[in-house]
């Protein structure tokens, strides 16, 4: 926008309303800002640079600060996140957002397709395919346009209100465009791109926090912070792929329609979605879908096939937790062969000895992957793992990596020997026992440090006490260092702060 008008200068302390002039450029600045996002995160075509939507966007905090019945709802300044909430309300969907079924191969494809038209009582039903995002399904609820309400699928009839945490991603429009209904619900996948995805756990493990496993994790991690302005920093990222409840109006005749209506709206839409008459025709919908599944910035796991008449879905309706009229064909699991570095073992809190794998750094699924479990003592022998060896790893889903077993290309030295799982614990040395009647192998000593440091860990997180810094860095420093010996020592620790801050990364 070159005829940009100059910033107006206001008085912070204010407190008188705000004049016409100040509230026509509130409007002005949030239509020109809602507009540079909507190009450069939606449309991929930029107007202004950085710098620009940096000025408005500052100006436009300054006069809603000053003059705070200016701020709404649509304000792009929401995005920016607000002060943390003390937990998830719980939202009832008023229209369950049930699960899909899944076939794996043709054969089931096939089935499935068949069983839809018998129900039917049709030869054909045209369908249309789609690419299935592993992310967090979501569903916005919009009123008179603007959006209203965020909530998590949840059991599929109950989900979380994560409203303030999807306000921050840029790619979710807070107001719609045009004619929209009353009210209006959009479902979606929330996911965080695998270009973001490494950069993100380089900071949570400088700041001595847990990884994430894979970038749908790191997406459920970030939408569930209960602090809002935390997942503003977070780079999230959606597409809508269906209508949810449609108030007082003609609604479209099919998916393909309703696709063309959210993106007039301002909905964002994956561009990749075929139409198939056949089943033949999905199966060539899958091959190209699996293709170019590396090439993608985010994680897919197969490809969602729909029925494209909507009347049809209606008619077809539900069985059990399952829609009749879709189906996700799911691709394997992605496999990729490298090198076994190194096995270790992790104590836990309950003293239990889990093997890992220091792996040669490989690429799996869009995703590297340097490590793997590799479950327990028999797990090991079963595959006969050895460090040097060159093996298969595999991903799938939310699943840790693992190893699949030993590649065909693999030539071991003469001097390779089977690996030997420590008779003591690797952190105090004491003996470790296995019983009969399970596959995991315990360190029995009570005084162990490593279990210790774990129940720390587990004793400070969101599951249990939810103690914000206190993480796997911390839980290991302040043990050692000699600030904690039980759990107690935790709440004297203010009295020893000026120790505290000259440890390393510990900050104030």
Known sequence: VSDQEPPLHIQSNSVSS???E??????????EINRANTLYYIENAPEIDDAEWDARMQELLALEATYPELQTSDSPTQRIGSAPASGFEEVIHRLPMLSLGNVFDEAGLRDWYQRTLDFLEIDHAPMVCELKIDGLAIAITYKNGVLDRAATRGDGVRGEDVTANVRTIRSVPLKLNGDVPPELELRGEVFLPNSKFASLNLEREQAGLPVYVNPRNSASGSLR???STETAKRPLDMYFYSLGYVENTVEPTSHREALSAIKEWGGR?????????TVKEVMTAVANASVIRDTLDYGIDGVVIKINSLVLQKRLGFIGR???WAVAFKFPAEQAETTLRAIHINVGRTGALTPWAKLEPVMVGGVTVGRATLH??????RKDLREGDRVIVQRAGDVIPQIVGISSKNRRSYTSIPYQFPNACPSCQAITIQ???EAVTRCVNGACMAQFERLLEHYASRGAMDIEGLGERVSQDLP????????????RLRDRRNDLIKIDKMGE
Do not use: H, M
Not at 22 to 31: C, D, E, M, T
Not at 376 to 381: C, G
């Open 22 to 31: 100040v509230i026509r450029r509130a409007a002005q600045l949030r239509v």
């Open 480 to 491: 050692r260092l000699g600030f904690v010996t039980n759990i107690a020592d935790l709440y």
């Open 435 to 437: 019983t009969e009647d």
């Open 225 to 227: 912070q209960l602090d």
């Open 18 to 20: 705000a004049s016409d």
């Open 376 to 381: 327990n003592k028999d797990e090991i022998a």
């Open 322 to 324: 399952d829609p009749r």
């Open 269 to 277: 839409v994956n561009e990749w979605t075929r139409k198939a008459e």
